[in-house]
């Protein structure tokens, strides 16, 4: 190579690294930080409660009222054969993710544009906790300018297809401590996620993972997260996914790190190049041009590029992303024992409850796990292409059985306020598993 043509080669080589380049830590700073709600400081929470309030009496196609629609009712989306109409949210596919981290960016933008300048906060429930999040379980707070006690925008929010109010009645399961050094049931699920480097097989235990905090604060109450139709009109149904966005977020670092595909999918691919509705229709229903502009899923995995934001940090229950993909390599290395469920059309919201059955028909009421679907009639087609795996290896041992010993699995069903629906599942599946073999 003569001189010339050396240099040439080293500027090009400068310039691609240094000057077209922008590195993720210069992106990072100017990007919008999404924080935990629980340390956001007291004039923060003023400003957003401020929006919030701003927001809610917004009747506009861009108000409050249209985020509950856009999710559940009125159901306007026209379904795959147009015939008839259903809730547009997208649940039991792969874009499950995608639709609802347009949903919570849109969500984000409309605080903005009522004088909110921050992000929307996340309400971080894999770690204990002891209640609802302080910003979201007071129907007052105290307005320091007026010293006046004013309605919580976060605590309700009115569904005025229904003329009421949302409410919640949270299980008191989701406040038990785990023992010291284990991880909260819930942290279990999404730990089951992270380990998935498959983006199809992470997204069922991560969606299904999800829908427990639904079934766990609406439980049995109408109007409240437990239903498809109304869950977006609660105010915490927010804090809640913009948390379920951090996971995923959690999830594509960890792939990256482990040197995964993290920003695109290697399945559903038909489904990833399918513009999602309502965010891809015209502006006078989608105001939001944002999303609007990347309403493909193939766009949505990119949310620091795309939607300008990132999270204060990607730590899972005090784990960085090498000490999570430690954790997930380790739990991946146990000889492990798993019951799988194919999940299809169960057009309800419900609780499956699944039991461990011994040789002796008689012997089977041994608990041995529970999850929950959200769900609904008319909503988009369910199409999961897998199973969704249950960890029993515990139960299992604390029953002295082997997997490979004789038992079967039995589950029932039921909904939300405690009838006992028809066992609508293909049996369920007992997979054995040992990646250190
Ligand atoms: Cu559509 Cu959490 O999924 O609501």
Known sequence: MNKYLFLATLLNMACSFSLFTVSDHEQDHFLHVRKNVERLSSGEKLRIRRAMTQLQADKSQAGYQSFGAFHGLPKWCPTPDAQVKYACCVHGMATFPHWHRLLVVQFENALRRYGHTGSLPYWDWTVPMDGLPDLASHELYNDPTTGMDVPNPFFK???????????????????????????????????????????CDFEIQFEIAHNAIHALIGTDSKYSLSSLRYTSFDPIFYLHHSNVDRIWAIWQALQHYRGKAYNTANCALQQMRKPLAPFSLSSAINTDSMTRDHSTPFSVFDYKTNFHYRYDNLEFNGLTIPQLDKEVQKRKSQDRTFVGFMLHGIGQSA????????????????????????????????????????????????????YDDKFIVRYDMIDLAGNSLSNMLPTPTIMHENHGE
């Open 157 to 199: 929010g009115h569904i005025d297809e229904e003329n009421a109010y949302t409410s919640r009645n949270p299980n008191p399961k989701l406040f038990i401590k785990p023992g010291f050094g284990d991880y909260t049931r819930l942290a279990e699920l999404v730990l089951l996620a992270f380990e998935q480097d498959n983006f």
């Open 351 to 402: 609780k499956v409850t699944f039991y461990i059955c011994r040789p002796s028909a008689a012997d089977c009421m041994d608990r041995a796990g529970a999850f929950f679907i959200l769900g609904d009639d008319r909503e988009m087609p369910w199409s999961f292409d897998r199973l969704y795996k249950a960890d029993i290896t515990k139960e299992l041992k604390n029953l002295g059985l082997r």
